[in-house]
């Protein structure tokens, strides 16, 4: 081969290697990707019609265009990060027992789709590595801890070699919170530290600097638009626990709050578009037609 050959390959690997078409994922960006600011949160993915924290629930969540996703992490006997909401893996799976008594390996011996629908037959229980690995980088992952200091300090670390630091809210309490912040202080987490009161709640929350918090339905009273308030006057998050029509959904965004978690996915989802593209219309007709 003479030069002049050699020289052409090279340059024309040079411009093929610049284009976005043939760039590698993630490789031309500079800063995270923008996230919702408001939204409808998949409570253990697409629950509805599939059989819940599975990587089926999950993908369904996301073609579905949910704009956050919650599941739980717990920590098996051999110490892996594990999905499962229960302590015992009775409810959701074709075995019996606590699930932090049995080794990865056993766990992934089981049945998590069957009970759910036949469907879904062989459905695994996933690892939380393999959770992150489908999910894309431009919606909220509200990762809910179901322990303490060491899955704190495993899952805090997983979420920063993943590089999920921008979307990644550990939901915990205060003990799992601690050895988040030790491994790194910039991991945003939701105060899951339950108190005898809402206005308690909301006081450690401020106090100790979380940047999301969880308000339940079960807790509901008069003062849910001044505790809004001040909450956002503090810069906090808000999630809710949980709406399952169209209407109450509406009304919580509304007054304020930020992500609704619902097992009613795709009703939601379609009010909640179905409203924004209203407001835009609203807002583009207002800026064409001033009065």
């Given at each position: 081969?003479?030069?002049?050959?050699?020289?052409?390959?090279?340059?024309?690997?040079?411009?093929?290697?610049?284009?976005?078409?043939?760039?590698?994922?993630?490789?031309?960006?500079?800063?995270?990707?923008?996230?919702?600011?408001?939204?409808?949160?998949?409570?253990?993915?697409?629950?509805?019609?599939?059989?819940?924290?599975?990587?089926?629930?999950?993908?369904?969540?996301?073609?579905?265009?949910?704009?956050?996703?919650?599941?739980?992490?717990?920590?098996?006997?051999?110490?892996?990060?594990?999905?499962?909401?229960?302590?015992?893996?009775?409810?959701?799976?074709?075995?019996?027992?606590?699930?932090?008594?049995?080794?990865?390996?056993?766990?992934?011996?089981?049945?998590?789709?069957?009970?759910?629908?036949?469907?879904?037959?062989?459905?695994?229980?996933?690892?939380?590595?393999?959770?992150?690995?489908?999910?894309?980088?431009?919606?909220?992952?509200?990762?809910?801890?179901?322990?303490?200091?060491?899955?704190?300090?495993?899952?805090?670390?997983?979420?920063?070699?993943?590089?999920?630091?921008?979307?990644?809210?550990?939901?915990c309490e205060k003990d799992a919170a601690k050895k988040v912040r030790k491994v790194n202080a910039a991991i945003k987490m939701c105060n899951m530290e339950r108190s005898s009161s809402r206005q308690k709640y909301i006081d450690e929350t401020l106090a100790e600097r979380f940047a999301f918090i969880q308000l339940k339905k079960s807790r509901e009273n008069d003062s849910l638009a001044i505790d809004i308030a001040r909450l956002k006057k503090n810069g906090v998050h808000i999630n809710y626990v949980q709406a399952e029509t169209p209407n109450h959904m509406l009304q919580l965004l509304d007054q304020g709050i930020d992500f609704v978690l619902t097992d009613h996915l795709t009703l939601l989802l379609d009010a909640f578009s179905n409203n924004n593209q209203s407001y835009s219309s609203q807002n583009k007709n207002s800026t064409l037609n001033p009065q």
């Open positions: 081969m003479t030069n002049h050959y050699k020289y052409l390959i090279l340059m024309m690997m040079a411009v093929l290697g610049s284009s976005p078409l043939f760039a590698q994922k993630g490789t031309n960006r500079t800063e995270p990707p923008k996230l919702p600011s408001k939204g409808i949160c998949a409570h253990r993915g697409a629950v509805e019609k599939h059989p819940e924290n599975t990587i089926a629930a999950f993908k369904e969540a996301i073609r579905l265009g949910a704009q956050m996703i919650e599941f739980d992490v717990r920590l098996s006997k051999d110490k892996q990060l594990v999905i499962m909401h229960d302590t015992l893996v009775d409810r959701t799976t074709n075995g019996s027992g606590y699930l932090h008594e049995m080794t990865l390996r056993e766990l992934k011996k089981l049945d998590a789709g069957s009970w759910k629908s036949i469907q879904f037959k062989g459905e695994k229980i996933p690892t939380l590595q393999e959770v992150l690995e489908i999910m894309p980088d431009s919606i909220w992952l509200n990762i809910h801890l179901k322990g303490g200091k060491k899955l704190g300090r495993k899952t805090a670390k997983l979420i920063v070699a993943e590089k999920r630091l921008h979307q990644a809210i550990l939901a």
